[in-house]
């Protein structure tokens, strides 16, 4: 069993930057492929970021250039830097793992952007 435990979130002006953690407790970390997704107020949850064992990443075409999502295996973490947010990042931030069939969920971090 894999847990997700996310933290790095928090309330920021709009222009600010975050950067969200997602460690992950067992041993199988290099083999998931990791994301990102988020879930605004009254919406759907979205995908944000991919992030493959061999850490090829790929963004929401609306994100691109403004998050950058990485990992450390040797950490068992994955990373979401956010820069020059804006009032509708505003969010719930949820780290996800798969692995052939399984899918793994952290519990969310919240990111509030001010205007």
């Known amino acids: 069993q894999v847990q997700l435990v996310e933290s790095g979130g928090g309330l920021v002006q709009a222009g600010g930057s975050l950067r969200l953690s997602c460690a992950a407790s067992g041993s199988i970390f290099r083999i998931l492929a990791m994301a990102w997704y988020r879930q605004a107020p009254g919406k759907e949850r979205e995908l944000v970021a991919t992030?493959?064992?061999?850490?090829?990443?790929n963004y929401a075409d609306s994100l691109k250039g403004r998050f950058t999502i990485s990992r450390d295996n040797a950490k068992n973490t994955v990373y979401l830097q956010m820069n020059s947010l804006k009032p509708e990042d505003t969010a719930v931030y949820y780290c996800?793992?798969?692995?052939?069939?399984?899918?793994?969920w952290g519990q969310g971090t919240q990111v509030t952007v001010s205007s």
């Open positions: 996800n793992g798969r692995w052939d069939i399984r899918d793994y």
């Open positions: 992030i493959t064992t061999g850490s090829s990443a």
